[in-house]
């Protein structure tokens, strides 16, 4: 750990006397699994943040394909007790706008994304008076995947028990990788164990890390943009539950 709060962290020393940061977007997509420290070097030398959001915006789009049977196998229980021509109306319009939704879905995640970096950026501002919103966009993209491939094998495993297996949305629950899959807790106490996966820690810790080494602060500072991440995204997966 560095002892002096004022120098820049031995990441960062190694980055300013190479001047240059080798591999680029491909090694990038390899790296965040197996090296991330080189993505963050490479993030904190000016990787582009778009790029990343390709991979996110077609994976998204593609979760989303998968999710429509779900999303339509628990229309069909109608657990909000709807009336017939009710539920007739909205089945139509789940059908007429479901390809909308593919479009819709990195949309909707790139605005998550920027709001995201924006509150996460000014939070390493306040305790490291340094700023970058490119490369904390950047940042949340990369390590992003790593959430992507939780949902993308939830997915797989849903679909492979057979979709005709829902019997409520509580059955989605019992696809998980946290510590709610023991606990099968409700309300606040799911979303927090939910944001706790296996996949989630993996982020979170990656997240710490990639704002260590790109912004040059501590691990201990960097702690406060992460709790920032962390309680949108148990926020996030409470309004879930409620919208079911």
Known sequence: MNENPGSVP???EEVSASGEVEGGFWASLIDIFID???VFRRIGAGLPWWQPFIVIAIASSVIAYFQQP???QLFLLNERGLSE??????GEMMEKFGSVGL????IAVLVIYVILAALCNVAVNLVSGRSSFKKMLCLLNFTAIIGLIEQGLK???IHNKGIEEITSRDDLYLTSFSLNIFARADGILRAVLESLSIFGIWFLILFTVGISIIYGVSRKAALVPVLVVWLLGVVMLMLQGLGG
């Open 10 to 12: 031995e990441e960062m």
């Open 36 to 38: 991330p420290v080189k």
């Open 70 to 72: 779900i999303t339509r």
């Open 85 to 90: 021509e009710q539920l007739q109306a909205q």
């Open 103 to 106: 479009i819709l879905a990195p």
């Open 155 to 157: 997915m797989l495993i």
